[in-house]
């Protein structure tokens, strides 16, 4: 039947992606500008207009009050809950109290619910999809992190709900992962998914049998991921700028988002060329009213040295998986690598 076409989605902390099966084969869609991720991030302008995606994620700084961003740490939790408590101290957006101790995102007069602003996310990739197929689009497969509770699985159904989505299955992102490499390959393997997002981090471990996937431990760290890998190389260029023209580019926000994307770009490079040009132009202006360019150059072996206590800290939690499922290193026959921070090499080796 026509109509009985389902996505799938995976909501990340950071990124989110939307696919589809397309003649017999899964298909990443992308948006109009050819973008397969899409940040899981919503500004809410002044007009009232709403900005989502990755156009919302160029506000992360420069109007951090009024755009939420890592929302899906904190939905389906209790406003009493640790993990509220820590956003709180490191979110610049207001994180307040809402009915039955749930928790509410205000922005300027209004309040919101997590399901609220999720849906808006769920909402532009249900519409990169109808761009993509040039038909509507109803159903959904929604992947979540496999320690969810049912609290936290629930109310992403109830994002879907919201954003006009039937959510047909929710499924672990480490059971997606296993399903996407051993899905009628008849393999019995003990896998590994070592999970390494934008925003945090998780590596489950599951047994692969012939239509069986079982997750036999999980572990992760919800504030850990390629983020802080960026943040690395924008310490190093503030720090760098700053020693060598006495002028702080922390002081402004616009500076900021400027580093800020630079570090991006110039992690991706190192990856992939195992160096990086990075070059600012006009990042700001001296007493003198001089403006002034930011160029450097980033060595895999400069990054790699950065952030090594960033990928021990993976280690460690792979580590306790294993301790939790009562294995060792040798009783796993492979890993599954996810997320783009996996695509540097350092990791890889």
């Not at 399901?115 to 249900?126: D, G, Y």
């Not at 040009?277 to 895999?300: E, F, Y």
Request: proline share 3%.
């Amino acid at each position: 039947m026509a109509d009985d076409i389902a996505i799938g989605i995976d909501l990340g902390t950071s990124y989110s992606c939307v696919s589809v099966v397309h003649e017999g084969q899964p298909t990443v869609i992308p948006n109009e500008w050819g973008e397969t991720t899409h940040a899981s991030c919503v500004s809410f302008l002044e007009e009232g207009s709403v900005l989502v995606g990755n156009a919302a994620k160029k506000n992360i700084i420069t109007k951090a009050e009024t755009t939420v961003y890592s929302a899906k740490r904190l939905i389906g939790r209790y406003y009493f809950s640790d993990e509220v408590k820590k956003a709180q101290a490191v979110m610049p957006y207001r994180i307040v109290e809402g009915p039955n101790n749930s928790v509410r995102i205000s922005i300027r007069n209004d309040t919101y619910s997590l399901p609220e602003i999720s849906a808006l996310v769920l909402k532009e990739l249900k519409a990169v999809a109808e761009g993509y197929l040039g038909r509507p689009v109803t159903k959904a497969v929604v992947t979540v992190p496999a320690y969810f509770n049912d609290n936290q699985r629930q109310a992403t159904k109830d994002a879907g709900r919201i954003a006009g989505l039937e959510v047909l299955r929710i499924i672990n992102e480490p059971t997606a992962a296993a399903l996407a490499y051993g899905f009628g390959r008849d393999v019995n393997q003990r896998v590994v998914v070592y999970d390494l997002g934008g925003g945090t981090f998780d590596v489950s471990i599951l047994e692969i049998g012939k239509d069986v996937f079982e997750v036999l431990a999980t572990a992760g760290d919800t504030y850990l991921g390629g983020d802080d890998f960026d943040d690395r190389i924008m310490a190093w260029l503030a720090d760098d700028f700053l020693a060598q023209t006495r002028l702080d580019l922390r002081q402004s926000k616009y500076c900021i988002q400027m580093l800020k994307d630079a570090a991006e770009r110039a992690k991706i490079e190192v990856g992939e060329t195992g160096t990086s040009q990075i070059h600012c132009p006009s990042i700001c202006q001296d007493a003198n009213g001089q403006v002034l360019d930011l160029r450097q150059t980033l060595t895999a072996q400069h990054f790699n040295s950065m952030v090594m206590d960033l990928v021990q800290r993976t280690f460690k939690v792979c580590d306790e998986a294993l301790q939790s499922a009562r294995l060792t290193a040798s009783d796993i026959d492979a890993i599954i690598l996810v997320g783009g921070p996996t695509r540097l090499p350092i990791i890889r080796q």
